[in-house]
């Protein structure tokens, strides 16, 4: 079993930028790719961003490239999200989710979920 749990999530004006870090534990950190979803009210939960287990390979879905940055800290066992350039379409809880299998964009795949933080953009 690997424990996610995020941070980092507030209420900010369009424009401006956040951090969100998610911390793990129970299992070897760098054994999984990281990613990064969110899920708006109404609306399926969608990728955001992933990282390999080495951290050489990223990926974005098209709407946050250029805005959106995951990184990762093995000696703190942690994957940050720093979103800049803020949107209120960017409004979501935003989960944290590891996966031993690599990088996907595909939710179903993600075998452990963080429990989400709040992240509100306003206009």
């Known amino acids: 079993q690997v424990q996610l749990v995020e941070s980092g999530g507030g209420l900010v004006q369009a424009g401006g930028s956040l951090r969100l870090s998610c911390t793990a534990s129970?299992?070897?950190?760098?054994?999984?790719?990281m990613g990064w979803f969110r899920q708006a009210p109404g609306k399926e939960r969608e990728f955001v961003a992933a990282?390999?287990?080495?951290?050489?390979?990223?990926g974005y879905t098209d709407s946050v490239k250029a805005r959106f940055t995951i990184s990762r800290d093995t000696a703190k066992n942690t994957v940050y999200l720093q979103m800049s350039s803020l949107k209120p379409e960017d409004t979501a809880v935003y989960y944290c989710?590891?996966?031993?299998?690599?990088?996907?964009?595909?939710?179903?795949?993600?075998?452990?979920w963080g429990q989400g933080t709040q992240v509100t953009v306003s206009s």
């Open positions: 990282i390999s287990r080495s951290g050489s390979s990223t």
């Open positions: 129970g299992r070897t950190f760098s054994n999984y790719a």
């Open positions: 989710a590891a996966n031993p299998a690599g990088i996907s964009s595909a939710t179903k795949l993600w075998a452990y």
